[in-house]
């Protein structure tokens, strides 16, 4: 199959590049909501405590960052995640 490449290698290509326009133009035909809108703000905090920090420390670390930004925020924070020893996929 490589050998065949190797020696088709204008086919190859157009082939590819074929598919990649093909592609392309079907994907204006996804519907917008695979994507879904976010329509408020978000903030992302991320707290670091010395290596070897005991965990309840991190919770009451950022427990304390939480009320922090609760009681100083200009509109009312509605939802919160918080993670405490590992990174959040998608929040990075």
Same mark, same amino acid.
């Given at each position: 199959m490589i050998a065949w490449s190797v020696d088709h290698r204008g086919a190859v290509v157009a082939t590819t590049v074929g598919v990649f326009v093909l592609a392309a133009l079907g994907f204006t035909h996804v519907q917008k909501a695979v994507f879904p809108a976010f329509g408020t703000a978000g903030t992302i905090l991320q707290l670091r405590l010395p290596e070897g920090?005991?965990?309840?420390?991190?919770? &009451? #670390? %950022?427990?304390? /960052? &939480? #009320? %922090?930004?609760? /009681?100083? #925020?200009?509109?009312?924070?509605?939802?919160?995640?918080?993670?405490?020893?590992?990174?959040?996929?998608?929040l990075e």
């Open positions: 920090s005991a965990i309840g420390a991190s919770l &009451e #670390a %950022a427990k304390q /960052a &939480e #009320a %922090a930004l609760k /009681a100083t #925020a200009m509109r009312p924070i509605t939802r919160v995640i918080l993670a405490v020893g590992r990174r959040v996929s998608g």
